[in-house]
Protein backbone atom coordinates (compact mmCIF):
# COMPACT_ATOMS: atom_id res chain seq x y z
CA UNK A 1 0.00 0.00 0.00
CA UNK A 2 1.28 3.69 -1.02
CA UNK A 3 2.42 5.86 1.21
CA UNK A 4 -0.46 8.92 1.59
CA UNK A 5 1.31 12.37 -0.31
CA UNK A 6 1.94 14.55 2.14
CA UNK A 7 1.65 17.65 0.58
CA UNK A 8 -0.60 19.96 -1.74
CA UNK A 9 -0.02 18.76 -5.24
CA UNK A 10 -1.42 21.98 -7.19
CA UNK A 11 0.62 24.00 -4.76
CA UNK A 12 3.54 22.23 -5.60
CA UNK A 13 2.97 22.29 -9.44
CA UNK A 14 2.56 26.25 -9.17
CA UNK A 15 5.87 26.43 -7.61
CA UNK A 16 6.92 24.16 -10.10
CA UNK A 17 5.35 26.54 -12.82
CA UNK A 18 7.28 29.36 -11.38
CA UNK A 19 10.46 27.74 -11.33
CA UNK A 20 10.46 26.73 -15.00
CA UNK A 21 9.00 30.15 -16.09
CA UNK A 22 11.37 32.03 -14.77
CA UNK A 23 14.63 29.57 -15.61
CA UNK A 24 13.76 27.63 -18.34
CA UNK A 25 13.32 23.89 -19.24
CA UNK A 26 16.74 23.30 -18.76
CA UNK A 27 17.62 26.21 -16.33
CA UNK A 28 15.13 24.35 -13.81
CA UNK A 29 17.43 21.84 -11.77
CA UNK A 30 15.80 19.27 -9.62
CA UNK A 31 17.15 21.18 -6.27
CA UNK A 32 15.14 24.36 -7.59
CA UNK A 33 12.07 22.33 -8.43
CA UNK A 34 12.16 19.79 -5.14
CA UNK A 35 13.41 23.29 -3.05
CA UNK A 36 10.33 25.12 -4.82
CA UNK A 37 8.14 22.33 -4.31
CA UNK A 38 8.88 22.03 -0.37
CA UNK A 39 8.96 18.02 -1.28
CA UNK A 40 12.01 15.53 -1.47
CA UNK A 41 12.62 14.05 -5.14
CA UNK A 42 10.66 10.56 -4.54
CA UNK A 43 7.83 12.97 -3.66
CA UNK A 44 7.92 15.11 -7.03
CA UNK A 45 8.78 12.30 -9.14
CA UNK A 46 5.72 10.16 -7.15
CA UNK A 47 3.74 13.35 -7.96
CA UNK A 48 4.46 13.98 -11.62
CA UNK A 49 6.83 11.88 -13.00
CA UNK A 50 10.08 13.00 -14.73
CA UNK A 51 11.57 16.23 -15.56
CA UNK A 52 9.58 16.45 -19.16
CA UNK A 53 6.41 15.05 -17.83
CA UNK A 54 6.93 17.53 -14.93
CA UNK A 55 7.10 20.84 -17.44
CA UNK A 56 4.14 19.13 -19.72
CA UNK A 57 2.14 19.36 -16.61
CA UNK A 58 2.96 23.07 -15.30
CA UNK A 59 2.83 24.29 -19.26
CA UNK A 60 -1.16 23.15 -19.27
CA UNK A 61 -1.35 24.80 -15.26
CA UNK A 62 -0.21 27.85 -17.37
CA UNK A 63 -2.33 28.07 -20.35
CA UNK A 64 -5.16 27.44 -17.38
CA UNK A 65 -4.35 29.76 -15.21
CA UNK A 66 -2.66 32.83 -16.79
CA UNK A 67 -3.91 32.47 -21.02
CA UNK A 68 -7.22 32.06 -20.19
CA UNK A 69 -7.06 35.90 -21.77
CA UNK A 70 -6.91 34.11 -25.08
CA UNK A 71 -10.01 32.54 -25.32
CA UNK A 72 -12.03 35.43 -23.92
CA UNK A 73 -10.56 37.83 -26.57
CA UNK A 74 -11.51 35.19 -29.52
CA UNK A 75 -14.75 35.87 -28.91
CA UNK A 76 -15.01 39.55 -28.93
CA UNK A 77 -16.73 41.17 -32.08
CA UNK A 78 -14.41 42.24 -34.15
CA UNK A 79 -10.46 41.36 -35.12
CA UNK A 80 -9.15 44.71 -33.68
CA UNK A 81 -10.64 44.26 -30.18
CA UNK A 82 -9.03 40.80 -30.06
CA UNK A 83 -5.74 41.81 -31.31
CA UNK A 84 -6.24 44.85 -28.71
CA UNK A 85 -7.26 42.30 -25.94
CA UNK A 86 -4.49 39.94 -26.17
CA UNK A 87 -1.78 42.38 -26.61
CA UNK A 88 -2.65 44.70 -23.35
CA UNK A 89 -3.05 40.72 -21.44
CA UNK A 90 -0.23 39.95 -22.77
CA UNK A 91 1.69 42.89 -21.16
CA UNK A 92 -0.11 42.54 -17.87
CA UNK A 93 1.44 39.12 -17.74
CA UNK A 94 4.70 39.69 -18.97
CA UNK A 95 5.14 42.12 -16.57
CA UNK A 96 3.34 41.29 -13.23
CA UNK A 97 5.52 39.09 -11.44
CA UNK A 98 8.79 40.26 -10.48
CA UNK A 99 10.29 37.10 -10.14
CA UNK A 100 9.30 35.47 -13.49
CA UNK A 101 8.81 37.79 -16.12
CA UNK A 102 7.94 37.29 -19.69
CA UNK A 103 6.36 33.97 -21.38
CA UNK A 104 6.73 30.58 -20.44
CA UNK A 105 5.84 29.29 -23.91
CA UNK A 106 8.77 31.71 -25.24
CA UNK A 107 11.40 31.33 -21.80
CA UNK A 108 10.79 27.70 -21.89
CA UNK A 109 12.62 26.21 -24.73
CA UNK A 110 13.68 28.19 -27.68
CA UNK A 111 16.96 26.62 -28.44
CA UNK A 112 18.19 23.13 -26.25
CA UNK A 113 20.21 20.10 -26.27
CA UNK A 114 19.13 17.35 -27.78
CA UNK A 115 17.63 16.04 -24.41
CA UNK A 116 15.41 19.13 -24.48
CA UNK A 117 14.09 18.78 -27.56
CA UNK A 118 10.84 17.06 -27.09
CA UNK A 119 9.97 20.14 -24.49
CA UNK A 120 11.16 22.25 -27.69
CA UNK A 121 8.96 20.81 -30.18
CA UNK A 122 6.02 20.92 -27.77
CA UNK A 123 5.70 24.94 -27.09
CA UNK A 124 6.56 25.21 -31.08
CA UNK A 125 3.19 22.92 -31.34
CA UNK A 126 1.81 25.15 -28.56
CA UNK A 127 2.32 28.34 -30.15
CA UNK A 128 1.21 26.76 -33.85
CA UNK A 129 -1.86 26.14 -32.26
CA UNK A 130 -2.34 29.75 -30.77
CA UNK A 131 -1.19 31.16 -34.18
CA UNK A 132 -3.89 28.89 -35.82
CA UNK A 133 -7.00 30.08 -33.45
CA UNK A 134 -6.09 33.74 -34.07
CA UNK A 135 -5.98 32.71 -37.80
CA UNK A 136 -9.50 31.15 -38.10
CA UNK A 137 -10.77 34.41 -36.01
CA UNK A 138 -9.30 36.48 -38.67
CA UNK A 139 -10.55 35.02 -41.55
CA UNK A 140 -13.66 34.76 -39.99
CA UNK A 141 -13.18 38.70 -39.01
CA UNK A 142 -12.67 39.06 -42.98
CA UNK A 143 -15.89 36.84 -44.42
CA UNK A 144 -17.76 38.93 -42.03
CA UNK A 145 -16.42 42.21 -43.94
CA UNK A 146 -14.63 43.46 -40.25
CA UNK A 147 -11.17 43.10 -41.91
CA UNK A 148 -10.88 44.20 -45.55
CA UNK A 149 -10.75 42.12 -48.31
CA UNK A 150 -7.20 42.70 -49.31
CA UNK A 151 -6.44 41.61 -45.02
CA UNK A 152 -4.09 38.33 -45.58
CA UNK A 153 -5.97 36.22 -42.11
CA UNK A 154 -2.17 34.24 -42.26
CA UNK A 155 -0.61 36.98 -41.75
CA UNK A 156 -1.91 39.37 -39.36
CA UNK A 157 -2.07 36.13 -36.99
CA UNK A 158 1.47 35.68 -37.67
CA UNK A 159 2.05 39.53 -36.93
CA UNK A 160 -0.12 39.37 -33.86
CA UNK A 161 2.48 36.48 -32.86
CA UNK A 162 5.84 37.93 -33.64
CA UNK A 163 4.61 41.17 -31.36
CA UNK A 164 3.73 39.52 -28.73
CA UNK A 165 7.08 36.84 -28.93
CA UNK A 166 9.05 40.09 -29.16
CA UNK A 167 7.32 41.49 -26.33
CA UNK A 168 7.94 38.50 -23.99
CA UNK A 169 11.24 38.57 -24.77
CA UNK A 170 11.79 42.48 -23.69
CA UNK A 171 9.84 41.47 -20.93
CA UNK A 172 12.51 38.68 -19.89
CA UNK A 173 15.27 41.34 -20.57
CA UNK A 174 13.42 43.67 -18.02
CA UNK A 175 11.71 46.27 -19.84
CA UNK A 176 9.38 48.16 -18.58
CA UNK A 177 5.77 47.63 -18.45
CA UNK A 178 5.37 51.25 -19.71
CA UNK A 179 7.52 50.57 -22.77
CA UNK A 180 5.90 47.13 -24.03
CA UNK A 181 2.37 49.01 -23.56
CA UNK A 182 3.72 51.21 -25.76
CA UNK A 183 4.61 48.84 -28.23
CA UNK A 184 1.40 46.82 -28.13
CA UNK A 185 -0.44 50.45 -28.82
CA UNK A 186 1.70 50.71 -32.33
CA UNK A 187 1.23 47.31 -33.11
CA UNK A 188 -3.04 48.25 -32.86
CA UNK A 189 -2.17 51.28 -34.87
CA UNK A 190 -1.27 49.75 -37.66
CA UNK A 191 -4.63 47.38 -37.33
CA UNK A 192 -6.46 47.23 -40.66
CA UNK A 193 -10.03 48.32 -40.54
CA UNK A 194 -13.16 46.68 -42.23
CA UNK A 195 -16.36 49.03 -43.44
Wanted: with cysteine; glycine share 6%.
Amino acid sequence: MGRHREFDVGKALDAVLCVFWRKGYEGASYADLTEAAGVERPALYSAFGNKEAMFRQALARYYERHLDYVPAALELPTAREVAAHILRSAVDLNTRFADHRGCLVINGVLAGSDEAEPIRQALIEARAASEAQLRERFERAKAEGDLPETAKPDVLAAYLMAVLHGMAVQAKAGFSRDRLEAVAELALSTWPAGR
